[in-house]
T-cell receptor
């Protein structure tokens, strides 16, 4: 596609529920990143994919968070047993060339946990 | 761990003024540095990318410099316009991730 696409743009859920956030990167981009941004803060790293594999998942806050990228394109961030503290904007970005490539972000998915 | 700091946190200038935004980072072992713009409720828009071997990049009224050894970058905006009002974020690629500052919120007053 022309840009990074994220769905849904907004998600409101209740505490304890399961949510999935989807990211469709720019076609041909091998690197994909998930970040989380709270109000007034810079984006915080969650996970980085190189192709289908998670090259670095050190930013995932706990085992309720999981992400997949089964075919090396679309990625899904999965959050189990959501908590109010999970409320944030979840940003996805893709990069054509590792280390040297420009990073392109989607519009984000705003998650609100009631 | 890489830490990125942006100063000032907020800046308000009259239209037409030239301005400089600052970004500093603690670990000089970076692959590149990228400046972004973020409008309220939106994602990040890439402005300029500087590779670690480069000293500066220019795009229109924007000029970004990089001094890797001192851990500093500046974003220069010439002849500011009200449409430049946004939050500006810098990010450095170090290891497997981009590290972000908390941004500078810029308001350009007509």
């Amino acid at each position: 596609g022309a840009g990074v696409s994220q769905t849904p743009s907004n998600k409101v859920t209740e505490k304890g529920k399961y949510v999935e956030l989807r990211c469709d990167p720019i076609s041909g981009h091998t690197a994909l990143y998930w970040y989380r941004q709270s109000l007034g803060q810079g984006p915080e790293f969650l996970i980085y994919f190189q192709g289908t594999g998670a090259a670095d998942d050190s930013g995932l806050p706990n085992d309720r968070f999981f992400a997949v990228r089964p075919e090396g394109s679309v990625s899904t961030l999965k959050i189990q047993r959501t908590e109010r503290g999970d409320s944030a904007v979840y940003l996805c970005a893709s990069q054509a060339l590792v280390d040297t490539g420009e990073l392109f972000f989607g519009e984000g998915s705003r998650l609100t946990v009631l | 761990k890489q830490e990125v700091t942006q100063i000032p946190a907020a800046l308000s200038v009259p239209e037409g003024e030239n301005l400089v935004l600052n970004c500093s980072f603690t670990d000089s072992a970076i692959y590149n540095l990228q400046w972004f713009r973020q409008d309220p409720g939106k994602g990040l828009t890439s402005l300029l990318l500087i590779q670690s071997s480069q000293r500066e990049q220019t795009s229109g009224r924007l000029n970004a410099s990089l001094d890797k050894s001192s851990g500093r970058s500046t974003l220069y905006i010439a002849a500011s316009q009200p449409g430049d009002s946004a939050t500006y974020l810098c990010a450095v690629l170090s290891g497997n991730q981009f590290y972000f500052g908390t941004g500078t919120s810029l308001t350009v007053i007509p």
